[in-house]
Structure formats: structure tokens, C-alpha cells
């Protein structure tokens, strides 16, 4: 079972909503699981107003990632994939998530807050020795801000990391009303989802 983390120091970068299309997304394919690890509990919600799917599936009382895993091993329970999300701010539990993942996402908005707010957050991917397994994910970017958003891409490519990248659309916010995935409703939305995925492929693959 390959888990998958999706870790932020700093809060509203988006990564329940990117948790679960990405979950939704692979459950076409693979069989997945989901952990909610944040307190607001935002991905357990949307999976709830889904009502009774069958795949993605919900892995509730997770103590320690590690644990947890072996556990689904042991009972026969793991699937091809476990995605998780992480609370914003609380340090035991993204470093708990971050050692136990064979990928981690890092979402970050457009401004020099959001690269400043997440240096906490590659401290711990670097202590835990997750750096050549990160991937930098530029979340809600406006398509408008073109002068912007290239000094902006300057500073996340110095970061070295490889990047993945999700615009500002209203149709994830649309679907998510609904419970459904900006990439159900959204050819453009499914693409980027897409990409997204595959680079995910490509950094397992290392």
C-alpha cells in the first residue's frame, strides 16, 4: 500500500479539497483508502455526503500512520493506496504522516506568506529524509496574474522540488457544494487532476 500525504505548517492551502479529488480521482483505477488526520475534519465530511461509497473508504481512529498501516497489512484490509490529510498547524501529527509516506504534497498558494508558512513544514520532510519524495503542489492559480505569478514560480522552482500545479476554478468549489470533484464537472479540472497524478507516478517510480 503506497501512502500518500498531503502536509501543510500553515492552514487554507487547500489540501482537503485536493485530498479528496485526488482520492476520487484514483478510486477510478485503484482501490483506495482515506485518512482524516485534521480536527476540522473537512475530507471526512465531503466522504460522508458522498453517502456509502464503496471505494474510496475511510480509515477512522488514527492513532500513528505506522501503526495504522500495519494493521490494514496485517488484516488484509490495505489498499492500493492511502491518502491522508494533515492538520495545518499541529507538528507531532504532520511528522508522524510525513514518515510514514512513500509521497508527500506540499500545497502552496500564490504569495510569499504561504512559501514562508510551509518552511516548517520542509524542515520536517527533510529531517524525516522525505525531500527526493515531495512534490511541490502550486495550488488556486489565477490565470490573470501573469507578472505575478511568474516571480511567484521563480521562487517555488528555487526550492528545487519538482511541481505539480492547480488553477483557481470555480468548479472546485462548485463541486464540492455537491460533494462531487471539480473533475467530474470540469474537463479542465480532470486534466489538471490527471497531471497531478501522474507526477505522483513519476516520483513512486524513483
Do not use: C
Not at 16 to 33: D, I, K
Not at 91 to 118: E, K, N, T, W, Y
Not at 148 to 177: C, D, H, W
Amino acid at each position: 500500500m503506497r501512502v500518500i500525504v498531503f502536509a501543510a505548517t500553515k492552514g487554507g492551502t487547500g489540501k482537503s479539497t485536493l485530498a479528496y479529488n485526488l482520492g476520487m480521482y484514483a478510486a477510478r483505477e485503484h482501490q483506495v483508502l482515506f485518512a482524516d488526520l485534521d480536527p476540522q475534519g473537512s475530507l471526512t465530511e465531503l466522504w460522508e455526503r458522498r453517502a456509502e461509497m464503496f471505494n474510496p473508504q475511510i480509515v477512522k481512529h488514527v492513532n500513528g500512520v505506522a501503526g495504522a498501516v500495519r494493521r490494514l497489512e496485517d488484516s488484509g484490509y490495505a489498499r492500493d493506496y492511502l491518502i491522508i490529510d494533515t492538520p495545518g498547524s499541529h507538528v507531532p501529527i504532520i511528522r508522524d504522516a510525513v514518515a510514514s509516506a512513500d509521497v508527500v504534497l506540499v500545497p502552496v498558494q500564490a504569495s510569499a506568506l504561504d512559501v514562508l508558512g510551509q518552511e516548517a513544514a520542509f524542515d520536517i520532510i527533510r529531517s524525516e529524509g522525505k525531500w527526493d519524495q515531495t512534490l511541490l503542489l502550486w495550488n488556486r492559480i489565477d490565470a490573470r496574474s501573469t507578472d505575478f505569478n511568474g516571480r511567484i514560480e521563480k521562487v517555488l522552482t528555487g526550492l528545487g522540488l519538482p511541481m505539480g500545479r492547480i488553477s483557481q476554478r470555480v468548479s472546485y468549489a462548485k463541486a464540492g457544494a455537491e460533494a462531487k470533484t471539480g473533475a467530474e464537472i470540469d474537463k479542465a479540472a480532470a486534466g489538471e487532476i490527471a497531471k497531478l497524478w501522474d507526477a505522483i507516478q513519476g516520483v513512486l517510480k524513483r
